[in-house]
């Protein structure tokens, strides 16, 4: 299990053991401090939106049409950095990833 680093809402910084093989939202929505991924990782509901540091940016699957188009929508939205949680999945690559859970809307 790749270890990643979470920054929370009040900036509280947790390491944790992301569950290879699903979604990065898997492993944050079992965090007290972690995604409400309501929709259940349809890609819809934007509650599991995350900003995702730098150097792991360009190593995550392309953002598909629909993930843009609700990331776009959001006040808290980045061009650089935002991601919707449910669309990365967690490899061995991505040990070490630091993700920042982003505001609530
Ligand atoms: S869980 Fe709803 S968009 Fe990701």
Same mark, same amino acid.
């Given at each position: 299990?790749p270890?990643?680093t ?7 910084v947790?390491? @944790? ?17 972690? @995604? ?32 843009r ?18 669309q990365?999945?967690? @490899? ?14």
């Open positions: 299990m270890e990643i979470v920054t929370d809402r009040d900036g509280g947790h390491r @944790v053991n992301a569950r290879e093989g699903a979604s990065l939202m898997e492993t944050l929505r079992e965090l007290d401090y972690g @995604v409400a991924a309501i929709c259940g990782g349809m890609c819809s509901c934007a509650t599991c939106h995350v900003y995702i540091a730098e150097p792991w940016l360009d190593g995550l699957p392309p953002m598909q049409g629909d993930e188009e609700i990331l776009q929508e959001l006040e808290s939205f980045r061009p650089r950095g935002s991601r919707l949680s449910c990365v999945p967690v @490899v061995a690559g991505l040990a070490g990833l630091e993700v920042e859970i982003a505001p609530e809307e």
